[in-house]
């Protein structure tokens, strides 16, 4: 049961961060520069990608209980919810990241390197950055129908769509940034180009299948007969749902400000950082794709009122999650020396990557019992808790030893990045108790 809904979601997971590794290091073959650039926006663009999930995750967790009863009308109400959400989230990027884009990317331009280096990574980050902007269209839309067919337990279509959405990035990507086949060398221009279309083509995917297959999906028939949601469901989504949008909101800004701390070492952090999160990316799709079962398999089971069958699944759930990640870890500690030999970049730069891999690989454990135990509180409705456990930690614990050590110390960035790492294991001992004691046993949809 649990493989055959978290096996989809790794596969589609893997494939996406497998090509956007492929796509990293064509980007970091044409310049140190360019790749910084594009890993700033793509830093500041990964808030907002989590504020669309903390946004869809509220009215996930009533679409999933919903499912659970049988529910459709229920899950039409959840899905207006939702695009009502994204599209007010979406706006409010787009006005934010062109009023103050520049300003954004350049708080990330310390430390060592020179005002060159600097202004080109500015140049470069701004050119990517609105193009795009237009991408985030269909990447709301894709968020609300591939997050519902999940939550449904249709993993399959949004696998398929994912797929094939990374394999146009791949191939656009080799033809516009290198400027193959008589397309122009566009250098990140063609990243970005290449994105936006490949999420189109994504878009088009989801949505041409779900509207065509109403039978197998009847939430569809008569969503767009209004897009009205009843006040009272209003009240109870957001009851259980800003925090989550708030949770999802300020942990992305709190990992933002992380990189913050950590570039006050110089442009080659920025760098490393980003050859190491781009390998970490797909060895973590374990235990994402598994945090993510947990939200659905367990939230079902306690729609269904079936609280004895949920807490044993969670149980099972979580320490497989560990053990996997356990053996993923082994795997990532052997290629960390490797990896960073893909990129055209400095001896500096490369030799700071391979510490970050393997000091990522180190706490991937504790970060895989940590991603479960957030989704068990949050698929029986504890999302104040998860506020706290998750995002309140990492502003007031994680960021206040990255801010302090960063700037009143002269401690290097690995020594800086490992204690941060450690300060979870707070964070650990809480989850631990929180889900031991089963305060997550509950149905909000009876």
């Not at 459709?72 to 706006?91: A, C, H, N, Y």
């Not at 960073?340 to 990522?360: C, H, K, Q, S």
Request: hydrophobic share 55%.
């Amino acid at each position: 049961m649990v493989l055959a809904i978290a096996v989809p979601i790794m596969i589609q997971n893997g494939i996406t961060n497998f090509v956007s590794l492929l796509d990293n290091i064509m980007i970091g073959q044409i310049g140190t520069e360019q790749m910084s650039g594009v890993a700033i926006v793509n830093q500041l663009l990964f808030v907002y990608n989590l504020c669309l999930f903390g946004g869809v995750s509220g009215a996930g967790i009533f679409t999933a209980q919903y499912f659970g009863q049988k529910n459709q009308e229920g899950i039409r109400q959840t899905v207006r919810f939702k695009i009502w959400m994204v599209s007010l989230i979406t706006l409010l990027t787009v006005i934010l990241l062109l009023a103050a884009g520049d300003s954004l990317i350049t708080l990330y331009l310390h430390g060592d390197g020179t005002a060159g280096s600097a202004a080109a990574t500015l140049r470069y980050g701004r050119e990517y950055l609105r193009i795009m902007l237009p991408g985030l269209v269909p990447f709301m839309l894709v968020q609300v129908y591939s997050s519902t067919l999940r939550e449904c337990g249709q993993t399959i279509v949004p696998m398929k769509a994912g797929v094939t959405a990374v394999f146009v990035n791949l191939v656009l990507n080799y033809i516009l940034i290198y400027g193959k086949f008589g397309a122009p060398a566009l250098g990140v221009q063609g990243a970005a180009a290449a994105t936006i279309i490949s999420r189109f083509v994504e878009c088009a995917i989801v949505l041409i299948h779900t509207h065509r297959h109403t039978q197998q999906n009847l939430f569809i028939q008569g969503l767009y007969s209004t897009l009205k949601v009843p006040a009272s469901l209003v009240v109870k989504i957001v009851t259980k749902g800003m925090p989550l949008l708030l949770n999802e909101t300020l942990w992305a800004a709190g990992m933002a400000m992380l990189t913050q701390c950590y570039s006050i070492r110089g442009l080659n952090v920025i760098a490393a950082l980003n050859i190491s999160n781009t390998i970490n990316n797909v060895f973590n799709i374990v235990f994402i794709a598994l945090g993510e079962s947990v939200a659905i398999i367990v939230g079902q089971l306690l729609g269904a009122g079936k609280m004895a069958e949920a807490k044993d699944t969670d149980n099972k759930m979580i320490a497989f999650s560990v053990f996997s990640c356990t053996l993923m870890a082994i795997i990532m500690l052997l290629l960390a020396q490797f990896f960073p030999l893909l990129y055209n970049t400095n001896v500096e730069a490369r030799a700071l990557a391979t510490r970050f891999i393997m000091l990522t690989a180190l706490f991937m454990p504790q970060n895989a019992f940590l991603h479960a135990s957030y989704f068990t509180l949050r698929s029986g409705g504890k999302t104040i808790i998860t506020f706290l456990f998750d995002s309140v930690f990492i502003w007031c614990v994680s960021v206040t030893i990255a801010f302090i050590l960063s700037r009143y110390t002269a401690l290097p960035v690995i020594a800086v990045y490992a204690f941060v790492q450690m300060g979870d294991w707070i964070k650990c001992v809480i989850g631990f108790v929180l889900v031991k004691k089963g305060i997550w046993l509950q149905n909000i949809v009876s």
